[in-house]
């Protein structure tokens, strides 16, 4: 095997190691972010998800800041994102500066970030288009068929994992589980602003201590958002003193 | 456009129009029974998972089975509040769904056969209910439960604005978008700068929404651009929200 079969083989056993256990969908999906960009080699990836009445949120993404978080986000209005799940086919930009008037509000932001191209890749269960995984490269370049395969099997292991997540909930319902995803992401930024406002630390700092203390304490990522955002004034307070002890590992 | 974005746009259409709140959550239920295929609709807001009133309804035997719900002390929309997940209930009579003896008879006596309550939640945190009556039983076909879960996010509004009688009272309606306020609602930042407040404040998710989005429509801004300069620390809100409202309403620009 070479370096990336090598990777790759790695990323599936751990994604399948985890979407056996009791899994928190957006950690699971961020890690898969995460994995997607190291081994595909971009600088950025993110998993838009639509809700019910087929409008793309974010879901999650590998990194945390605002401005980054836009360039998904706008992609619920216009951009290769949203055009990749109308069509349920992959869109490629490998020079998005040529190709800046097809979507002009969106080429506008992610340029100005300094991605240079995109790639958006479909999810979907069976046939209903659930979302879109974009991938975000700081030079031109496409992405070779090898690569395209790759980014496409992790799609695939998204929408299962959110798949798998709706029939979870009670009423068992890929719809209600879009749903309930969406929400949790709004629940994790809501943590994320009681965290780096509590302790004086940057959003994305935030968020690798929720994750890691979550870790630790092997508790679903939503479970210690729920607990920042609406516990008692004392309990939040005793949380948050633990957040600011959360050891870096590094 | 695909039959569930154009379900969002005529349920936000419906639901626009004077008055926010209690008149929005009428017109919310009413667009309900019109579009989707149920005979009745109530919207309540619960707190602490006890304390409940019902804000809005398609017709007076809704509200009645939703206030019947809180005075007994049990009911589809209470457990749908409290699992946070919607309680679908396709016959009232079925023995396997005999959990609520009180409310089913109740319901029963009203020609009511199935109820299906959708928790109306501000990311994740339910803060009320969605009820949809049926006379007839059976299961809600897949379009009909996604209307009602576009619904049900939509109620989050008119929930939202009824938490706030100062805002109630100083928003006119000449103004409204119901697009940008339901964006305001799906935006991101706005969630982030929520958190902010709760840390500055010490204030509930809701609450923390409802001052933002007060200071929003003050300001004639959208809420978008008020939690970008929350988290830019360009703007605090004042931290005390019994003070007369006209100057608690400005917030401190630096």
Not at chain 2, 53 to 81: I, N, Y
Request: net charge negative.
């Amino acid at each position: 095997m070479n370096g990336r079969e090598h990777d790759v083989v790695r990323t599936f056993i751990d994604l399948s190691d985890r979407l056996v256990e009791d899994f928190d969908v957006v950690e699971v999906t961020t890690h898969l972010t995460e994995e997607c960009a190291q081994l595909l080699g971009v600088a950025a990836a993110g998993l838009l998800l639509a809700d019910v009445g087929g409008v793309l949120h974010l879901l999650a993404a590998t990194s945390q800041q605002l401005r980054t978080l836009e360039v998904f986000q706008l992609q619920g209005e216009e951009g290769p994102c949203l055009d990749c799940f109308r069509s349920g086919r992959p869109v490629s930009v490998a020079d998005l500066d040529a190709e800046r008037d097809r979507w002009p509000r969106f080429s506008a932001i992610a340029l100005e970030e300094g991605y240079a191209s995109v790639h958006a890749i479909p999810m979907r269960l069976r046939d209903e288009a659930l979302g879109t995984l974009g991938l975000f490269g700081t030079s031109p370049g496409a992405l070779d068929e090898e690569e395209l395969a790759i980014a496409q099997a992790l799609a695939h292991v998204a929408s299962l994992a959110i798949v798998q997540q709706s029939q979870a909930l009670s009423a068992g319902h890929v719809l209600t589980g879009l749903q309930a995803a969406v929400a949790s992401r709004r629940l994790l930024e809501m943590a994320k602003g009681v965290v780096a406002e509590s302790l004086g630390i940057g959003m994305d700092e935030a968020f690798t201590r929720l994750r890691r203390y979550a870790r630790l304490r092997d508790q679903r990522l939503g479970e210690v958002s729920y607990r920042v955002v609406s516990g008692m004034p004392v309990q939040r307070a005793a949380l948050l003193a633990e957040l600011a002890d959360v050891a870096d590992p590094s | 456009m695909d039959s569930r974005g154009a379900m969002r746009l005529e349920l936000t259409a419906a639901m626009a129009g004077p008055g926010r709140g209690r008149e929005a959550a009428d017109r919310l239920c009413g667009a309900c029974v019109s579009l989707l295929d149920v005979d009745g609709a109530a919207l309540s807001v619960i707190y602490d998972g006890a304390i409940s009133r019902s804000l809005g309804s398609s017709s007076s035997v809704s509200r009645e089975l939703d206030e019947l719900q809180f005075t007994l002390g049990e009911g589809p929309c209470l457990d749908a509040v409290r699992s946070a997940a919607p309680v679908l209930i396709p016959d009232l009579n079925d023995p396997a769904m005999q959990r609520w003896p009180g409310f089913a008879r109740a319901a029963t006596q009203r020609g009511v056969r199935a109820v299906f309550a959708l928790p109306v939640a501000v990311a994740s945190l339910p803060i009320g209910a969605l009820d949809l009556y049926r006379t007839r039983t059976g299961d809600l076909a897949d379009s009909v439960l996604a209307g009602g879960l576009i619904a049900a996010e939509l109620a989050a509004l008119p929930l939202l604005d009824l938490m706030d009688l100062d805002l109630q009272a100083a928003v006119s309606d000449q103004d409204s978008d119901a697009w940008e306020q339901l964006s305001s609602l799906t935006r991101l930042e706005v969630y982030q700068a929520a958190g902010i407040l709760i840390a500055q404040l010490g204030v509930t998710p809701s609450e923390a929404l409802v001052r933002l989005r007060a200071h929003a429509f003050a300001h004639n801004r959208t809420a978008s651009e008020v939690a970008l300069d929350i988290i830019e620390h360009r703007l605090r809100l004042p931290d005390d929200s019994t003070d007369d409202p006209t100057p608690a309403e400005d917030g401190d620009y630096r």
